[in-house]
């Protein structure tokens, strides 16, 4: 038979298996069995055991109290969920009754130190749709989400072909602390990021809309636009049902529910997140290098978390976008306001989650002594705003609560006796305080009299837990005690005593001390439910707060940084002069960024084609042009000298696989099918940047695959799009794509040096500077003069070079392929690139000629016909084998070099590695292939007999 204590333990454990259970045993929460093993393991606690009754002993793990907080945040950070059984009847005789109050998860936790400040903590619920009829139906899901310590609730149902892709867009951009799924739909939802799986029928329409109702205390869910939702009903109601079992305290918060479609904003898939580094930097995975910790000079806890609001639900509403910029604009224009503001809001605290604590009755005094303060300092702000017609909003916004701060300020005492709750606010116990004044104004001056009686000058009046109060007199004068002292505890050096007298004023005292408090807590929690009351304000001043910290942020930034305002317009026009990448920018220093232009869409190109060597910054175009739209959709300021965007539906980033280090796992794939999916859903009006797409396989597929998508982006999709390319053989797409436009990235040759220049202008890349590469990565200086020799076009200095092909004669009916000049510098010298005042996009006529008459002229270029549509303009022809290549290898067979046939010299006698640089076909590797291939080639050559 286990006793009382054990069974009660196990009766709770067994309402909570899949809990860790903390069960209250007077100043620590004790664990037991295997909940105490785990425990102790994960937080290094002693693992002891206690006995229970006849000799059955368990495992036990303890923590103290009032530290318990910071173990029970580690514990939930590291995923597990914790029942915390309080005990709930006063101490007395026999088993105190325990219940367990609430159950912390990720998700409902309301610990500040489990909290990031600010971010939002989301707890989220999805639920997938039923099959719809004959199993034809398009997906659809329901997704809800609340933070419990902020009040935010919405729901959205996305359907149709991208649903999938949208919700983990979304999800992405909420990255919620936990996700209930339901338990049927765990396995069929690969959904990122922590996952509860939950009753299913917790998540049935019917049953979730009448809970929802009753939270939301209406009759119909019209009012709140979701009314025709089952799903979105559903996910909100499994949330609601959650919320009950863990934490029914957090549900009064959630007093509104926000219906939103994902349309309605700048859609941004995961990856594009991810890609463009808002929130969180690739490498590093926390926020330094991302946009935001370039832009996040908010004040405020909740300023904090509304910009990533901001970023991460840029607008199409272009009355919204405007309402922003002007508001940024005024501060901007307005050094001294701003300076000013921004002092006053610097000294606020976190008034949105100050609130919902006090609604859910866990505010401390500190907390509302601070939540008065700062609203004290709300009104003489709204002052200041007054007549600022742009910063109306917010004005309207601000309620300075004085009846909140009042009864705060009449109510909680600032800790000066060690009270809750202030004199003078309560007259019930205020009697009770007085009750006891003549008491204690007699203990106080009992010292003296004492000393007085009994002239033991050294005699003290003290106090503690276990004996009360006392009269302690050293051993010295134990002779002078007089007789009423009654001997209660002897010590090294003295003796305490009481005297009947002090045994009846502590009575007094303690008894009513005990009232006192209880009726301080009484009266302080019912001060928490006044001032939960008047959440709804109070939450819309924080909002207020909010939008003016991010202003301010904003305009703050766009100051530091030299940001312009964006003509953000209905057209489908963008035009960036002098655009830059904000965070590359944040991280070169001052005037070190080159800033470049772009002009995309409109009566000009849609398709920009960039080619380059590696590192002269082609992903950091095409990321600035992303993020520069990005922000001037989320109303901020850009860097930039000058920019129009014409509204963005939809950016769609994606990375090539070599290139996407972040995602580490990510293969040919995965990268193809983002494409397909790219491919699928852009719009008219969506901004598509592609980076080195078609990496991931060999030369051949890469090429091929890169130039049916940019032909399909071109004819069909007619997205504006961005591809950054090491293909130079793609840049014959421009004489064929009307709307499509070669960019490059400039670099200058200076005594066999190259400079990159980052700066991007027009027409196609000539060289692909593998030998520059080459010599970063340390291949020794003889290899590199061979290689460079090699690559001298005539004469040939010894058999066994190539030669320089032949111009291969275009094909009957194909599309001939002439040798990529692009590859052998020297040729044609490389375009000397002075393009220092070129627009990006010239007009067409004229240019195409001497584009034509550059790639043809001399260079051993055949004319390059369109492909004609009966065949995929993407086949190339195989060029003419070089002398000593094996004639029918295809020149794809290069990227495997591993096994590409060495061509044996002519003299039959030529170091290994020479032959090998001989037989590598430069053209046909990307720069990491050309860079992995110097680099084995290097340590062959460090293993060569010496003398060659
Ligand atoms: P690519 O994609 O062509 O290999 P990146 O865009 O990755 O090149 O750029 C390589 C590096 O060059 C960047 O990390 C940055 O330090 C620098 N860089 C890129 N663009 C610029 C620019 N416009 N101004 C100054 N430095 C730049
Ligand atoms: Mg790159």
């Known amino acids: 038979m286990p006793t009382p204590a054990r069974q009660q333990y196990l009766d709770l454990k067994a309402q909570h298996p899949d809990a860790v259970l903390w069960f209250r045993m007077g100043d620590f929460y004790e664990l037991f069995d295997d909940d105490a093993i785990v425990v102790s393991r994960e937080l290094h606690l002693t693992l002891t055991s206690r006995e229970f009754g006849h000799g059955e002993r368990v495992p036990m793990a303890g923590v103290p109290h009032h530290a318990s907080d910071a173990y029970l945040a580690r514990l939930v950070r590291k995923g597990y969920r914790v029942a915390v059984a309080e005990q709930v009847s006063p101490p007395g005789h026999g088993l105190v009754e325990r219940a367990v109050t609430r159950v912390v998860t990720a998700g409902t936790a309301i610990e500040p130190n ?137 549900l009064p918060l959630l007093g509104g529910l926000r219906t939103y479609q994902t349309d309605a904003y700048l859609v941004l898939d995961a990856h594009t ?114 007549g600022i017609g742009a910063l109306a909003l917010v004005r309207d916004g601000l309620d300075a609560c004085a009846d909140v701060a009042d009864e705060i300020g009449r109510a909680v005492a600032a800790g000066e006796d060690g009270r809750l709750i202030r004199p003078g606010y309560d007259a019930a116990r205020d009697a009770l305080v007085d009750s006891i004044a003549e008491t204690r104004r007699w203990l106080a001056e009992l010292e003296s009299a004492e000393r007085a009686r009994t002239g033991i000058r050294s005699l003290k009046v003290g106090y503690n837990q276990v004996f009360g109060y006392y009269l302690e007199v050293t051993h010295a004068h134990r002779d002078r005690v007089p007789d009423d002292y009654v001997r209660k505890q002897t010590l090294a050096n003295a ?126 175009y095409l990321r600035q042009v992303a993020l520069i739209v990005l922000l001037a959709q989320a109303g901020s300021f850009v860097p930039a000298r000058r920019a129009r965007v014409g509204l963005v539906d939809r950016i769609f980033t994606r990375i090539g696989a070599q290139d996407d280090l972040a995602a580490g796992a990510s293969t040919f794939m995965v990268e193809m099918v983002e494409t397909a999916a790219i491919l699928r859903h852009a719009t008219p009006r969506s901004l598509v940047v592609l980076d080195e797409i078609g990496r991931g396989t060999s030369t051949e597929d890469g090429l091929a695959i890169a130039r049916a998508v940019v032909e399909h982006l071109h004819d069909a999709v007619g997205a504006r799009a961005l591809f950054a390319t090491h293909y130079h053989e793609l840049v014959d797409l421009e004489t064929r794509l009307p709307a499509l436009r070669n960019l490059h990235t400039a670099v200058r040759e200076e005594n066999g040096e190259v400079i990159f220049l980052h700066r991007v202008v027009p027409g196609a890349a000539d060289r692909s500077y593998g030998l520059h590469v080459a010599r970063l990565a340390g291949l020794p200086a003889p290899v590199l003069a061979r290689a460079a020799s090699l690559l001298e076009p005539s004469p040939p200095e010894r058999v066994g070079e190539p030669t320089p092909p032949a111009p291969l004669p275009a094909r009957e009916g194909g599309e001939g392929r002439g040798e990529d000049g692009a590859c052998l510098p020297g040729r044609n010298g490389g375009e000397r690139l002075d393009a220092t005042a070129a627009p990006p996009f010239p007009r067409r006529e004229g240019r195409d000629a001497e584009y034509c008459e550059r790639r043809a002229g001399g260079v051993g270029y055949a004319p390059l016909l369109p492909a004609p549509a009966d065949r995929p303009a993407c086949i190339r022809e195989a060029p003419p084998p070089a002398i000593g290549a094996p004639a029918a290898e295809p020149d794809g067979a290069a990227v495997a070099p591993a096994v590409a046939p060495a061509p044996p010299a002519a003299d039959g006698a030529g170091p290994a590695v020479l032959r090998e640089l001989l037989a590598l076909d430069l053209c046909n590797l990307t720069p990491l292939e050309a860079l992995n291939r110097l680099a084995a080639l290097q340590r062959q050559a460090r293993t060569e007999p010496p003398g060659w």
């Open 495 to 620: 003796e305490r005593y009481v005297t009947p007298r002090l045994k009846e004023a502590e009575a007094v005292i303690l008894h009513a001390e005990e009232r006192i408090a209880a009726a301080d807590r009484a009266l302080f929690a019912a001060l928490l439910g006044k001032i939960g009351a008047q959440a709804p304000r109070l939450l819309r001043t924080a909002d207020a707060l909010a939008h003016l910290d991010v202003y301010l942020a904003l305009a703050e930034v766009a100051d530091r940084n030299g940001y312009t305002r964006p003509e953000v317009h209905a057209g489908d026009e963008i035009v960036i002069e002098g655009g830059r990448h904000p965070v590359v920018e944040a991280a070169l220093g001052p005037e070190q960024f080159v800033a470049n232009d772009c002009a995309l869409g409109g009566d000009g190109p849609r398709i920009a084609l960039l080619t380059g060597p590696n590192m002269a910054g082609k992903s950091t």
């Open 273 to 386: 997140r991810r890609n463009l580094e808002l929130t969180r930097s690739a490498r590093g995975g926390g926020a330094e290098g991302s946009l935001l910790a370039v832009l996040d000079a908010t004040r405020t806890p909740m300023g904090g978390r509304l910009l990533r609001r901001f970023l991460g639900q840029p607008l199409l509403d272009l009355a919204a976008i405007t309402a922003r910029q002007d508001a940024i604009a005024t501060l901007l224009e307005r050094p001294p306001l701003r300076a000013e503001l921004l002092g006053r809001l610097g000294a606020m605290g976190d008034l949105e989650r100050w609130t919902s604590r006090a609604l859910q009755g866990v505010a401390g005094a500190r907390e509302l002594l601070a939540l008065r303060e700062l609203l004290a300092s709300v009104e003489p702000l709204r002052e200041r705003l007054a």
């Open 114 to 250: 489990l909290l990031p400040a600010r971010a939002n903590n989301y707890l989220a619920a999805v639920v997938r749709g039923p099959a719809g009829r004959g199993g034809s139906a398009p997906e659809a899901y329901g997704l809800a989400y609340v933070d419990v310590t902020t009040g935010e609730f919405a729901v959205t149902e996305v359907r149709g072909e991208t649903a999938a892709a949208t919700l983990e867009g979304e999800l992405g951009r909420l990255g919620p602390a936990e996700c209930l799924v339901p338990w049927d739909q765990a396995g069929a939802l690969a959904l990122p990021g922590p996952l509860t799986r939950y009753d299913a029928w917790r998540f049935e329409p019917e049953a979730a809309r009448e809970r929802l109702l009753r939270q939301l205390g209406v009759r119909s869910l019209e009012g709140f636009g979701c009314a025709d939702l089952p799903l979105a009903i559903g996910a909100a109601g499994a949330v609601l049902a959650y919320l009950e079992e863990t934490n029914p305290a957090l």
